[in-house]
């Protein structure tokens, strides 16, 4: 069975020609929501808001993670490949012409390209290394954060709480009425 998917496929996920539209813009445009959106026939000035309505979708959902599953499968087979070459576990084939047939013969693959895929290999797990620290960095950001806005709230609380014992404390002293007026 073929991997790639036909004009038609997007009926069996239940999925209108825009919704299709914006799913195939999505995962060619590196997943901007706003610009796919626009690309499928979404209005610009209700871009962003439709593109996070499609997102939410579940059949716009599931026919993503299909999408990206199948793209997933490819690039992990171009990295293989890539790792063989560089390796020099994989052989090209060359035609050879001997007695008057033609055959195929196997020929290691050249320095030079076995250099172009290491190269190739190096270029990708130092762009996954990044993408892992960026959302390391991310996460560290989002516990500061957090942190940050409990330390506020928890100052507030103690501010409406010493708010509330002088208040207390003037009604005791008879400074206010119940009603909180001098």
């Given at each position: 069975?073929?991997?790639?998917?036909?004009?038609?496929?997007?009926?069996?996920f239940?999925?209108?020609?825009?919704q299709?539209?914006?799913?195939?813009?999505?995962l060619t445009n590196?997943?901007?929501?706003?610009?796919?959106?626009?690309?499928a026939g979404?209005?610009?000035?209700?871009?962003?808001?439709?593109?996070?309505?499609?997102?939410?979708?579940?059949?716009?959902k599931s026919?993503?993670?299909?999408?990206?599953s199948?793209m997933?499968?490819k690039?992990?087979?171009?990295i293989?490949?890539?790792?063989s070459i560089?390796?020099g576990?994989?052989?090209?084939?060359i035609?050879?012409?001997?007695?008057?047939?033609?055959?195929?013969?196997?020929?290691?693959i050249?320095?030079?390209?076995?250099?172009?895929?290491?190269?190739e290999?190096?270029?990708?797990?130092?762009?996954?290394?990044?993408i892992?620290r960026?959302?390391?960095?991310?996460?560290?950001?989002?516990?500061?954060?957090n942190?940050?806005?409990?330390?506020?709230?928890r100052?507030?609380k103690?501010?409406?709480?010493?708010?509330e014992?002088?208040?207390?404390?003037?009604?005791e002293?008879?400074?206010?009425?119940?009603?909180?007026?001098i």
């Amino acid at each position: 069975m073929e991997n790639k998917l036909t004009k038609f496929d997007y009926k069996d996920f239940n999925l209108t020609k825009k919704q299709y539209a914006f799913c195939e813009e999505y995962l060619t445009n590196g997943f901007n929501q706003k610009n796919a959106a626009i690309k499928a026939g979404f209005k610009e000035k209700n871009a962003c808001a439709m593109g996070a309505h499609l997102l939410a979708d579940e059949n716009v959902k599931s026919y993503l993670d299909y999408r990206l599953s199948i793209m997933t499968n490819k690039f992990n087979e171009v990295i293989a490949c890539l790792t063989s070459i560089a390796l020099g576990e994989d052989t090209d084939q060359i035609p050879l012409l001997e007695q008057g047939s033609q055959y195929l013969a196997d020929k290691k693959i050249d320095s030079r390209d076995r250099v172009k895929a290491g190269s190739e290999l190096i270029k990708y797990y130092q762009f996954k290394e990044k993408i892992k620290r960026e959302d390391l960095e991310r996460e560290d950001r989002k516990k500061n954060n957090n942190i940050i806005l409990e330390n506020l709230f928890r100052q507030l609380k103690n501010e409406e709480e010493a708010t509330e014992e002088d208040m207390q404390l003037d009604m005791e002293e008879g400074d206010l009425n119940e009603d909180n007026t001098i």
